[in-house]
C-alpha cells in the first residue's frame, strides 16, 4: 500500500541506492511558540559572590612536620597499653599423679556409693524374704501341739533362714545402722527357735566340783571307774583322783600316761609304745606288755596307737594315720592275746578318724564331724549330724553297751552334745564358762556328765 502511493516519486528518482522509509508520513501540525519561563529567585545566588570572596580571604593555618612528603601531617600520639602476662603454672609430674589421683578418688567415691545403694536394696529385699520364711516357721510351731511333723519343717525353714542370714550379718556392721539392726534382731530371733527345737540348753553358771591348783597338777585327760574321777597326763607324772563329794588325792607314780579306759571296776592306763598296767583298789599293778603290732605278717611297723576303748575287757586301740582299728581279745587274769586287725580287708578305713567308742559296735568319729558305725568289721552306716548350732570340729565320742545315747564333745562352740543312736539330737549343754574343754566322763547310768575345762571340773546332772 505505501509502496503504490509512492510510486510516482519513485520512478523519478534513479542510481544504485534506494532507501525506503517503511513509516507512515505524519502531517505537518499547527506551530506552538515556546516562551521561557522566569527564573526564581534565590538568596543563595544573590549572597554567592560575597561568600566566596571571604573563603579567599580566610586560609587555614597549616603545620609543616619534618616528613618525607614535604606536608605537615598531624598524628595523634598512640597509647601503648602494656600487655598483662598471666603466668601460666608449670605442674609437675608428681602434682599431675596427684591430681590424677584425686579425681580418680572422687570419680570412685561417687561410683561406690552408688554401688552400695544399689547392693543395700538387694540385702533389703533378701531380708524381707528371710523375714516370710520365719514367719512361716512360726506359724507351723503354733500347731506342733495338733501336728507335730511340722516341727520338721519349722526346724528346715529356720536352718534356711540361718544360713541366708550369716554373709548379712557379718557385714552388717559396715551397713547402715537401721539395717544392722534389723539384722540382728531377726538373727537373733532365728536363733532362739532353732535353741528351742534343737534342745540347746544355755548353762550360766554351771556347777563346779573341783579346782586344780597348777602349782600340784596339771590334767590333760580324765576317766572313770563309776564311782572316782582320775586325772592325768601325757606330759608329766602321777595321777590325780577325785570323787563325786568333792575330795582329792594325788597318786604318785613315775610314769606318764597317754591312754585310758575302765575296765570291769578298774582303770587300765596305756603307756608307749605298747605297755599297759592296770589301776585296781587304790593300786597300780605290774606292767603288761602287748604283742606288737608291727610284729605281725602284713602290719606297718610305725603303727600308733591314737584312741583306747574297751568292751568286755577286749582291748580296741585305732591307729588314725592308717585307720585300722586293732583288737586284742582278753583271755585271764588281766591277760590279752595277740593282736589282729579288726576290720574287713575291703571295708572302709577309718582314717583321720578322732576318736571311737564301743558297745558291741564301733563308733567312729570322723573328721567330717560325721559318725560312722561298723559292725563285725564292716561299715553299717554313716550319720549325717544335722542339727543347730552346724557342726565345725568334734573332739571325742563316747558311749557304752548299757546306755541309749552317744555323748560328743565339741569345745570349739563349748558344748556337749547327746544323741540317740540314730543321729537324733536329744540335749545340747553349752555355757560360755566351757572356754577351754580337754576331756569329758559319763557316770554308768548316763545321769551325770563331768567334764574338764582346764583347771577347773564340772558337772552336769541330767
Given at each position: 500500500?505505501?509502496?503504490?502511493?509512492?510510486?510516482?516519486?519513485?520512478?523519478?528518482?534513479?542510481?544504485?541506492?534506494?532507501?525506503?522509509?517503511?513509516?507512515?508520513?505524519?502531517?505537518?501540525?499547527?506551530?506552538?511558540?515556546?516562551?521561557?519561563?522566569?527564573?526564581e529567585f534565590s538568596l543563595k545566588e544573590v549572597f554567592s559572590p560575597i561568600v566566596n570572596y571571604f573563603k579567599k580571604l580566610i586560609k587555614k593555618p597549616r603545620l609543616r612536620l619534618l616528613g618525607f612528603g614535604g606536608q605537615a601531617k598531624l598524628k595523634l600520639p598512640k597509647i601503648v597499653i602494656p600487655k598483662i602476662i598471666v603466668p601460666k603454672p608449670k605442674l609437675t609430674k608428681n602434682q599431675i599423679i596427684i591430681l590424677a589421683l584425686i579425681f580418680s578418688l572422687v570419680i570412685g567415691f561417687f561410683a561406690t556409693r552408688q554401688e552400695e545403694k544399689q547392693q543395700l536394696e538387694i540385702y533389703q529385699n533378701n531380708l524381707n524374704q528371710i523375714q516370710e520364711k520365719v514367719n512361716q516357721a512360726e506359724s507351723f510351731l503354733i500347731l506342733k501341739e495338733t501336728k507335730p511333723q511340722l516341727v520338721v519343717e519349722a526346724n528346715s525353714l529356720l536352718k534356711e533362714s540361718w544360713e541366708e542370714i550369716s554373709p548379712i550379718a557379718k557385714i552388717a556392721p559396715n551397713l547402715p545402722s537401721d539395717f544392722s539392726n534389723q539384722v540382728f534382731a531377726l538373727r537373733d530371733k532365728i536363733s532362739k527357735n532353732l535353741y528351742q527345737l534343737n534342745n540347746l540348753v544355755e548353762i550360766s553358771e554351771p556347777e563346779i566340783i573341783f579346782e586344780f591348783n597348777p602349782k600340784d597338777f596339771v590334767p590333760q585327760k580324765m576317766v572313770s571307774d563309776g564311782k572316782n574321777l582320775y586325772f592325768f597326763s601325757p606330759y608329766s607324772q602321777n595321777l590325780f583322783k577325785v570323787n563325786q563329794t568333792g575330795e582329792s588325792q594325788l597318786i604318785s607314780i613315775d610314769k606318764k600316761f597317754n591312754l585310758a579306759t575302765s575296765l570291769d571296776g578298774s582303770i587300765l592306763f596305756s603307756l608307749k609304745p605298747n605297755q599297759v598296767i592296770i589301776f585296781r583298789d587304790e593300786q597300780f599293778g605290774e606292767i603288761i606288755s602287748l604283742e606288737t603290732p608291727g610284729a605281725v605278717g602284713g602290719w606297718s611297723p610305725d603303727f600308733n596307737f591314737n584312741n583306747l576303748f574297751s568292751y568286755r575287757s577286749n582291748l580296741y586301740f585305732l591307729d588314725k594315720k592308717t585307720g585300722e582299728i586293732i583288737k586284742y581279745p582278753y583271755l585271764k587274769n588281766f591277760e590279752w592275746g595277740p593282736p589282729r586287725l579288726?576290720?574287713?580287708?575291703?571295708?572302709?578305713?577309718?582314717?583321720?578318724?578322732?576318736s571311737l567308742a564301743v558297745d558291741g559296735d564301733i563308733w567312729i568319729l570322723n573328721k567330717v564331724n560325721s559318725i560312722s558305725r561298723?559292725?563285725?568289721?564292716?561299715?553299717?552306716?554313716?550319720?549325717?549330724?544335722?542339727?543347730?548350732?552346724?557342726?565345725?570340729?568334734?573332739?571325742k565320742i563316747f558311749t557304752l553297751s548299757g546306755l541309749s545315747y552317744l555323748y560328743i564333745l565339741e569345745p570349739i562352740q563349748k558344748r556337749i552334745i547327746i544323741l540317740t543312736k540314730a543321729g537324733e539330737i536329744i540335749k545340747q549343754f553349752q555355757s560360755e564358762k566351757f572356754d577351754n574343754l580337754l576331756d569329758f566322763s559319763i557316770s554308768q547310768d548316763g545321769k551325770i556328765i563331768w567334764l574338764l575345762n582346764g583347771l577347773k571340773v564340772y558337772q552336769i546332772n541330767l
Amino acid at each position: 500500500e505505501i509502496l503504490n502511493k509512492k510510486r510516482g516519486d519513485l520512478s523519478k528518482i534513479s542510481g544504485i541506492c534506494l532507501v525506503i522509509f517503511l513509516s507512515k508520513e505524519i502531517l505537518a501540525k499547527k506551530r506552538e511558540t515556546i516562551l521561557p519561563q522566569p527564573k526564581e529567585f534565590s538568596l543563595k545566588e544573590v549572597f554567592s559572590p560575597i561568600v566566596n570572596y571571604f573563603k579567599k580571604l580566610i586560609k587555614k593555618p597549616r603545620l609543616r612536620l619534618l616528613g618525607f612528603g614535604g606536608q605537615a601531617k598531624l598524628k595523634l600520639p598512640k597509647i601503648v597499653i602494656p600487655k598483662i602476662i598471666v603466668p601460666k603454672p608449670k605442674l609437675t609430674k608428681n602434682q599431675i599423679i596427684i591430681l590424677a589421683l584425686i579425681f580418680s578418688l572422687v570419680i570412685g567415691f561417687f561410683a561406690t556409693r552408688q554401688e552400695e545403694k544399689q547392693q543395700l536394696e538387694i540385702y533389703q529385699n533378701n531380708l524381707n524374704q528371710i523375714q516370710e520364711k520365719v514367719n512361716q516357721a512360726e506359724s507351723f510351731l503354733i500347731l506342733k501341739e495338733t501336728k507335730p511333723q511340722l516341727v520338721v519343717e519349722a526346724n528346715s525353714l529356720l536352718k534356711e533362714s540361718w544360713e541366708e542370714i550369716s554373709p548379712i550379718a557379718k557385714i552388717a556392721p559396715n551397713l547402715p545402722s537401721d539395717f544392722s539392726n534389723q539384722v540382728f534382731a531377726l538373727r537373733d530371733k532365728i536363733s532362739k527357735n532353732l535353741y528351742q527345737l534343737n534342745n540347746l540348753v544355755e548353762i550360766s553358771e554351771p556347777e563346779i566340783i573341783f579346782e586344780f591348783n597348777p602349782k600340784d597338777f596339771v590334767p590333760q585327760k580324765m576317766v572313770s571307774d563309776g564311782k572316782n574321777l582320775y586325772f592325768f597326763s601325757p606330759y608329766s607324772q602321777n595321777l590325780f583322783k577325785v570323787n563325786q563329794t568333792g575330795e582329792s588325792q594325788l597318786i604318785s607314780i613315775d610314769k606318764k600316761f597317754n591312754l585310758a579306759t575302765s575296765l570291769d571296776g578298774s582303770i587300765l592306763f596305756s603307756l608307749k609304745p605298747n605297755q599297759v598296767i592296770i589301776f585296781r583298789d587304790e593300786q597300780f599293778g605290774e606292767i603288761i606288755s602287748l604283742e606288737t603290732p608291727g610284729a605281725v605278717g602284713g602290719w606297718s611297723p610305725d603303727f600308733n596307737f591314737n584312741n583306747l576303748f574297751s568292751y568286755r575287757s577286749n582291748l580296741y586301740f585305732l591307729d588314725k594315720k592308717t585307720g585300722e582299728i586293732i583288737k586284742y581279745p582278753y583271755l585271764k587274769n588281766f591277760e590279752w592275746g595277740p593282736p589282729r586287725l579288726w576290720l574287713d580287708p575291703e571295708t572302709k578305713k577309718a582314717i583321720d578318724a578322732k576318736s571311737l567308742a564301743v558297745d558291741g559296735d564301733i563308733w567312729i568319729l570322723n573328721k567330717v564331724n560325721s559318725i560312722s558305725r561298723y559292725r563285725a568289721g564292716k561299715l553299717q552306716e554313716t550319720l549325717k549330724l544335722d542339727f543347730f548350732p552346724y557342726p565345725k570340729e568334734f573332739s571325742k565320742i563316747f558311749t557304752l553297751s548299757g546306755l541309749s545315747y552317744l555323748y560328743i564333745l565339741e569345745p570349739i562352740q563349748k558344748r556337749i552334745i547327746i544323741l540317740t543312736k540314730a543321729g537324733e539330737i536329744i540335749k545340747q549343754f553349752q555355757s560360755e564358762k566351757f572356754d577351754n574343754l580337754l576331756d569329758f566322763s559319763i557316770s554308768q547310768d548316763g545321769k551325770i556328765i563331768w567334764l574338764l575345762n582346764g583347771l577347773k571340773v564340772y558337772q552336769i546332772n541330767l
